[in-house]
């Protein structure tokens, strides 16, 4: 998106209950709704609007006949840092819950970074046959990703977390090395027990993914920064343990971790395998 754009649609806010904050995004849609919505859950701090990759999902979901809302989560901007990844159950039924309200009764989840695991850690416990693909763009290790950010140190950090945790001192924030989280937080993905880091250990069980029958569609940078493996054995080993039918990988030649300067192309790629997997769902 090299030039001034108007993205058809409504922003939204979904009111959360107790004092947690209302999740704002933004709802694209065509002037006929389309029965069928995806739903975009986006990365570690990120938010619903500020990155190109999301941006065309919006502009070119409605073109192929599919509405997208793309929404805050609990983890946006600097809520990350005592995030706990178990409310992505309850952000993403908020969602659902809205979109059911409007009419709509077909979901595709997208998921891009951590909301990857997300998105597979709500289907996997879901297990919601309105649900009829998973999009799993650039889904990392963030296990991997840690122990080769701290190196020999690694042991330490998690140690010094849960002994925060054990003492009640869980909101500690630990170093920048440690991503600036809380103890906790850190934990979430340091700790190969913890759901958030187990759902994308590519050295464990995986016993999330593993549940997945949704059609899933896995797409890779070639240039992926934060990858501990090469991609193309990311995307074989998902191939090996997936019970997804059908399942699809797919490495994009010149992409980054945000598929920065490929993001029409992948969106495109995307779209038209939704469109093939949907046509055959509906014969």
């Given amino acids: 998106m090299s030039k001034n754009t108007a993205i058809p649609g409504s922003f939204i806010s979904l009111a959360m209950p107790g004092k947690t904050k209302d999740l704002d995004g933004f709802w694209a849609h065509g002037t006929k709704q389309s029965s069928t919505l995806a739903i975009f859950v986006h990365g570690m701090g990120g938010n619903?609007?500020?990155s190109p990759f999301k941006k065309q999902?919006?502009?070119?979901?409605?073109?192929?006949?599919?509405?997208?809302i793309s929404c805050h989560n609990s983890g946006a901007l600097d809520g990350v840092t005592?995030?706990?990844?178990?409310?992505?159950?309850?952000?993403?039924?908020?969602?659902?819950d809205f979109a059911t309200t409007r009419g709509y009764r077909r979901f595709v989840l997208i998921g891009h970074s951590?909301?990857?695991?997300?998105?597979?850690?709500?289907?996997?416990?879901?297990q919601d046959p309105r649900v009829v693909a998973l999009i799993l763009a650039a889904p990392a290790d963030d296990l991997a990703l840690s122990k080769r950010q701290l190196g020999s140190r690694f042991s330490f950090w998690v140690k010094r977390a849960r002994e925060h945790v054990a003492n009640g001192e869980e909101h500690t924030v630990l170093p920048e090395k440690c991503n600036g989280f809380t103890?906790?937080?850190?934990?979430?993905?340091?700790?190969?027990?913890?759901?958030?880091?187990a759902v994308f250990d590519y050295s464990g069980r995986m016993k999330h993914f593993r549940t997945i029958?949704?059609?899933?569609?896995?797409?890779?940078?070639?240039?992926?920064?934060?990858?501990?493996?090469?991609?193309?054995?990311?995307?074989?080993?998902?191939?090996?343990?997936?019970s997804a039918t059908p399942f699809r990988y797919q490495t994009i030649h010149?992409?980054?971790?945000?598929f920065t300067s490929v993001e029409t192309k992948t969106v495109q790629t995307i779209?038209?395998?939704?469109?093939?997997?949907?046509?055959?769902?509906?014969k």
Avoid: N
């Fill in 271 to 282: 779209f038209r395998w939704l469109r093939r997997v949907m046509q055959g769902s509906s």
């Fill in 57 to 68: 999902f919006l502009l070119q979901g409605p073109r192929a006949g599919i509405d997208v």
């Fill in 183 to 197: 103890a906790r937080r850190f934990l979430s993905i340091a700790d190969p027990k913890q759901a958030e880091a």
């Fill in 48 to 50: 619903f609007f500020r």
């Fill in 82 to 96: 005592d995030e706990r990844f178990a409310h992505c159950m309850r952000d993403l039924d908020a969602v659902i």
């Fill in 213 to 242: 029958t949704t059609p899933t569609f896995a797409l890779f940078g070639s240039d992926e920064q934060f990858a501990v493996l090469d991609v193309d054995e990311m995307g074989e080993i998902l191939t090996t343990i997936t």
């Fill in 114 to 126: 951590t909301g990857c695991q997300k998105i597979t850690y709500w289907q996997s416990r879901r």
């Fill in 254 to 258: 010149g992409g980054d971790h945000g």
